[in-house]
């Protein structure tokens, strides 16, 4: 049985809950604590509901080689011409700065979490007790990691990014034998940026009733647009990367939002979120004060007792107080019993 939310430090993450935005720092510190707490702070100013670093060396994510494949080379790649090694040497959040980042996340009513990127980072979340823990899409494999994140008995987000099927029922199940409760995927397209051509967001609704989890969105395309979209499909969780400024510069900045447009993010997909509504016909409370201006069947000329009425004496015009134009042709050549003046209503008592 699907639960209503998952609540984390107070907030609540489900259908019934606005959408949980998450800004991603990633390496937009651009290597300055102090940039890094701007960020914390125009995050939580522009609506974030929680804001995500990631936790690695780069030690722990590869080796210090530039040659083969620790080499990036494909043209398409915006971090081409870099090895991995300093690339994420380049992205990573020093381990000292995160308790910092933390603290004034709880300073400013948002939740501070992060994406352990191996077995050593999660001991050290672990001592700063973060609520919540996400798994990225390219460790979405790493099964022995998720179940290390699983046994801390936290909610749990895993990105989707590059996953088939079987590869998340193997990552969910992992998550779920090892202890968790509270599961989150999101989808994703690991591209940097992304298109929204390449989005493929009608599997949200699939995953959720393919795992029965809650279901969100790794958004890495430009603009809100997808966002949008996805919360109508049923998104309760939205993620996308954040800076100050992306003339800055810095590692993910290309992709990122800045402060204004995380602002209408928030806002419009909470928009989009009040939309959904339920399924309901007829007119709602607020709509049948407008009922009085629908179109209805008037006379139009002044008609004389005896005479009928005709095409030119009676037509279907605003407000409401007449009969419903769908009786026009039962009423024409009708004879009326009294003199009408023009504006009168239509109603049945007119006719003999």
Not at 206 to 229: K, Q
Not at 267 to 278: D, F, H, N, P, V
Request: with cysteine; net charge negative; proline share 5%.
């Amino acid at each position: 049985m699907e639960r209503d939310s998952i609540l984390v430090e107070g907030r609540h993450i489900g259908r019934n809950a606005r959408p949980f935005i998450i800004a991603e720092m990633s390496g937009n510190h651009n290597q300055s604590l102090e940039r890094a707490l701007e960020i914390v702070e125009a995050a939580a100013k522009a609506g974030a509901h929680a804001l995500k670093i990631q936790t690695y060396t780069a030690d722990t994510m590869t080796l210090n080689l530039d040659e083969r494949e620790f080499f990036i080379n494909h043209p398409d790649n915006l971090w081409k011409g870099k090895s991995l090694y300093n690339l994420y040497k380049e992205a990573y959040t020093p381990w000292e700065w995160h308790k910092p980042i933390f603290d004034r996340c709880r300073e400013l009513g948002i939740i501070g979490f992060s994406t352990p990127f191996d077995e050593t980072a999660v001991d050290f979340l672990e001592s700063l007790d973060v609520p919540l823990y996400k798994i990225a899409s390219f460790e979405n494999i790493d099964l022995p990691l998720i179940q290390r994140v699983a046994r801390t008995g936290k909610p749990i987000i895993i990105s989707t990014g590059m996953a088939s099927i079987a590869e998340l029922d193997e990552a969910v199940r992992a998550a779920r034998d090892a202890g968790c409760k509270d599961l989150i995927l999101l989808k994703c397209t690991s591209t940097y940026p992304a298109t929204p051509d390449d989005s493929n967001i009608l599997t949200i609704p699939h995953m959720r009733e393919l795992f029965n989890v809650e279901v969100g969105l790794s958004d890495h395309t430009m603009g809100v647009g997808v966002a949008v979209a996805s919360v109508a499909l049923g998104a309760t969780v939205v993620e996308k990367h954040f800076t100050l400024r992306r003339a800055d510069g810095g590692v993910d900045s290309a992709f990122s939002l800045e402060p204004e447009e995380f602002h209408s993010l928030v806002i419009e997909t909470e928009r989009a979120w009040k939309s959904l509504g339920k399924i309901c016909y007829g007119p709602t409370e607020k709509e049948k004060a407008s009922l009085a201006y629908r179109r209805s069947l008037y006379i139009v000329e002044d008609v004389k007792a005896g005479e009928i009425l005709t095409e030119q004496n009676v037509r279907a015009i605003r407000p409401g107080a007449g009969l419903a134009p769908k009786y026009r042709d039962l009423l024409l050549g009708r004879t009326v019993k009294r003199d009408i003046p023009k504006g009168t209503p239509v109603s049945w008592d007119l006719f003999n």
